[in-house]
């Protein structure tokens, strides 16, 4: 099947992400299937993607004919079979538990049109094994958005170890179609290219705070003020402690223990404490998006330190051969968030060699060989 070819889209999940690709989806002019287990989920993705719509329309980016007619495009179900029963793409977006995305593979699978291709949105996990649950390994494929996945530009199209290569170029071409920026992984691998370079910030940053060194508000203050858009911190709140938590628990079971959830984020999961989605995380959200006094900013704190790591992670990529080229990386950490920039670039800025030395010293200080130089961070002629 083409990308022309696709009518008819599903979403399961309308969760953070689940309400965003379907508005994603409804935009680019598909009409749309939103699943979810509770009528109450179902409505408040709804209600996310009406809020959305609207603040789109104020902005004039969108017609309010336009708005009617997409919500006239969008219907929502309870049942998995009834949502995707003539659906040309499915997306899956439901929690970060890999049985929770099996038993949806076998459900899409078994009711799916057979030319259908079931993508998963997963952020970390492997496609290849959830491909297995099915009978058309082929036509599985991992999407994976960003959040919020309205203004996110990034889409990673990942390959898993059966993904044909019509399922790999139909699904680029549809995240075009839905105006994003396609980076291809070429070989299913956890955390695939933009969380995985970020994987390690996050025992960093975990490290820090744990170890009384810093408080949030001081880092995300020096960042913010240096043009971030949002914080380390406030973004782990954004995007919710607990995928932060499950998803350092998969990197620790299968690249490195120094991926082991901290203490402090195991506390507040234990409290219940998950960032924006309960109204409290790190910082307090019952108002809306923490304020940050940006007069707190720790001013002796070297971004280069993150971006060291960043560019660590990211030549370990190169070596593994998961995307083809530092470019694509680039591409994929410019489009990802909201910085707007390569790590590469970046990197280059400061120079590799300071680059491997910041790391050098990080993997002593803390005892952590996750950040221990690559051959090709010391090389550095990338
Ligand atoms: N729909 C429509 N418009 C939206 C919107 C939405 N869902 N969310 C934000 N906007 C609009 C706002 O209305 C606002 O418009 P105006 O400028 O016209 O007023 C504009 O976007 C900016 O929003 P804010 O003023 O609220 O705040 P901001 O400038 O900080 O932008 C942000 C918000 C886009 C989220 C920005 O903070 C940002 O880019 N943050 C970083 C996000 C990021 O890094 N995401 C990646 C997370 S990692 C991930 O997702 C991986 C995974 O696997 C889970």
């Given at each position: 099947m083409k990308a022309e070819d696709i009518k008819k889209i599903t979403v399961i999940g309308a969760g953070d992400m689940g309400h965003g690709i379907a508005e994603v989806a409804l935009l680019a002019g598909y009409r749309v299937a939103m699943q979810d287990i509770e009528q109450r989920f179902v409505e408040r993705g709804l209600g996310r993607i009406k809020e959305s719509l609207d603040k789109l329309v104020e902005k004039q980016k969108v017609t309010d004919e336009n708005r009617k007619a997409m919500l006239g495009n969008i219907e929502t179900f309870l049942d998995i079979g009834e949502a995707v029963k003539d659906a040309d793409f499915a997306i899956e977006a439901v929690p970060e538990i890999m049985d929770l995305k099996k038993k949806v593979f076998e459900q899409l699978d078994a009711a799916a049109p057979k030319h259908a291709i079931l993508a998963s949105n997963t952020s970390n996990m492997s496609v290849t094994e959830i491909a297995l649950t099915t009978k058309r390994p082929d036509q599985v494929v991992g999407m994976h958005f960003f959040n919020p996945a309205v203004m996110m530009k990034l889409v990673e199209v990942i390959k898993g170890e059966k993904t044909s290569e019509e399922t790999m170029q139909t699904t680029y071409d549809l995240a075009l179609k839905m105006n994003k920026v396609p980076v291809r992984v070429e070989k299913d691998s956890i955390g695939f290219v933009y969380n995985r370079v970020n994987a390690p910030t996050q025992i960093y940053l975990s490290l820090l705070v744990e170890r009384g060194m810093v408080t949030p508000e001081e880092i995300d203050a020096r960042m913010r003020k240096i043009g971030m858009p949002m914080g380390p911190y406030e973004l782990m709140d954004y995007v919710g402690l607990d995928v932060a938590y499950y998803g350092g628990q998969y990197f620790a079971e299968?690249?490195?223990?120094?991926?082991?959830?901290s203490d402090w984020l195991k506390k507040k999961i234990d409290a219940g404490e998950l960032g924006k989605k309960t109204g409290?995380?790190?910082?307090?959200?019952s108002k809306g998006r923490p304020e940050i006094d940006l007069s707190k900013s720790k001013e002796d704190f070297d971004p280069a330190v993150l971006i060291a790591i960043q560019a660590n992670e990211a030549t370990k990529l190169l070596e593994e051969g998961v995307v083809t080229s530092a470019e694509e990386i680039d591409k994929a950490m410019a489009s990802g968030g909201g910085s707007g920039i390569g790590t590469f670039q970046m990197a280059r800025g400061i120079g590799f060699e300071k680059l491997a030395g910041i790391c050098e010293d990080l993997a002593r200080e803390?005892?952590?060989?996750?950040?221990e130089p690559t051959e090709t961070l010391r090389k550095g002629n990338i």
């Open positions: 299968r690249i490195s223990r120094d991926y082991e959830p409290k995380g790190i910082f307090d959200w803390f005892g952590v060989k996750v950040f």
